[in-house]
Nanobody, 123 residues
């Protein structure tokens, strides 16, 4: 059974930084792409970033490009989302997800999901 466990969320001031982590178990981590999504109250879940099984290949949403970085350490079965220069509009529950398809941006293209971690950015 695949499990994804996020951590690192919390309250941060606008302009600050936060690093989210997601530890995966249940299948060979290095063989799957990983993604981060977020969902704010009353809004649909939206794509944030994705990383290939090849750690050098990533894709980020326009809204976070230049501020967020996605990375992975396969020997630790962990994917990270480094969030810098955060804005109040980044406030959301952040989810990590795993996909057998590479560099996808739609939620329905991911097979497994974590429980989410809350990020709140104060102005």
């Amino acid at each position: 059974q695949v499990q994804l466990v996020e951590s690192g969320g919390g309250l941060v001031q606008a302009g600050g930084s936060l690093r989210l982590s997601c530890v995966a178990s249940g299948r060979t981590f290095s063989a799957y792409a990983m993604g981060w999504f977020r969902q704010a109250p009353g809004k649909e879940r939206e794509f944030v970033a994705t990383i290939s099984w090849d750690p050098t290949r990533t894709h980020l949403a326009v809204s976070v490009k230049g501020r967020f970085t996605i990375s992975r350490v396969n020997v630790k079965n962990t994917v990270y989302l480094e969030m810098n220069s955060v804005k109040p509009e980044d406030t959301a529950v952040y989810y990590c997800a795993q996909s057998s398809r590479d560099l996808r941006t739609r939620p329905d293209e991911y097979e497994y999901w974590g429980q989410g971690t809350q990020v709140t950015v104060s102005s």
